[in-house]
T-cell receptor, first 113, second 114 residues
């Protein structure tokens, strides 16, 4: 069965600093991988996704993520964080059928001035 | 265009009552998903529809939970004899096709069982 682990419950970074949010998954085959963001009072929005091909994926809002099969990881990165990035971030994995998506518990990002 | 809508946005009910939560997906989206998000936790997969068929109901927590979908349109999640542990935000999402496509989420229904 597929599963997702986000080791960090919350992270605090200074505005302008770089960010890396960790995600590890468990799945027997090549998964579909996603990062979603949930801002306060707003619904979930897709940041980026990986299906195949280039292991470095670019997303919206300046985010990127790298798929590392050997480490079963799909970490999210951003070179310079803005205060508006404060939100909850969810990593998710879908099976090769593509429909059953399992979400991690989320990492809440706090941005300090 | 219109996104995924859910109603009601908030529902407070007494323990033991039945509730119905509604989801209107984006027009043309064949796949529809229901999730539950307890306070401070991640999303818990409940059920998935392809058209009006539900190939995977494995996430439904108990037989008190059921869901149906009319064609490729509205879906209703019903919780019978609600319990306090059912309190959560229930999120609906739809996607154009089911195979790993981006899911578009609704704003959720916050259910509180007293």
């Amino acid at each position: 069965a597929q599963s997702v682990t986000q080791p960090d419950i919350h992270i605090t970074v200074s505005e302008g600093a770089s960010l890396e949010l960790r995600c590890n998954y468990s799945y027997g085959a090549t998964p579909y991988l996603f990062w979603y963001v949930q801002s306060p009072g707003q619904g979930l929005q897709l940041l980026l996704k990986y299906f195949s091909g280039d292991t470095l994926v670019q997303g919206i809002k300046g985010f990127e993520a790298e798929f590392k099969r050997s480490q079963s990881s799909f970490n999210l990165r951003k070179p310079s964080v803005h205060w508006s990035d404060a939100a909850e971030y969810f990593c998710a994995v879908a099976n090769t059928g593509g429909f059953k998506t399992i979400f991690g518990a989320g990492t809440r990002l706090f941005v300090k001035a | 265009g219109a996104g995924v809508s859910q109603s009601p946005s908030n529902k407070v009910t007494e323990k033991g009552k039945d509730v119905e939560l509604r989801c209107d997906p984006i027009s043309g989206h064949t796949a529809l998903y229901w999730y539950r998000q307890r306070l401070g936790q991640g999303l818990e997969f409940l059920i998935y529809f392809q058209g009006n068929s539900a190939p995977d109901k494995s996430g439904l927590p108990s037989d008190r939970f059921s869901a149906e979908r009319t064609g490729e349109s509205v879906s209703t999640l019903t919780i019978q004899r609600t319990q306090q542990e059912d309190s959560a935000v229930y999120l609906c999402a739809s996607s154009l096709v089911p195979r790993g496509d981006e899911q578009y989420f609704g704003p959720g229904t916050r259910l509180t069982v007293t």
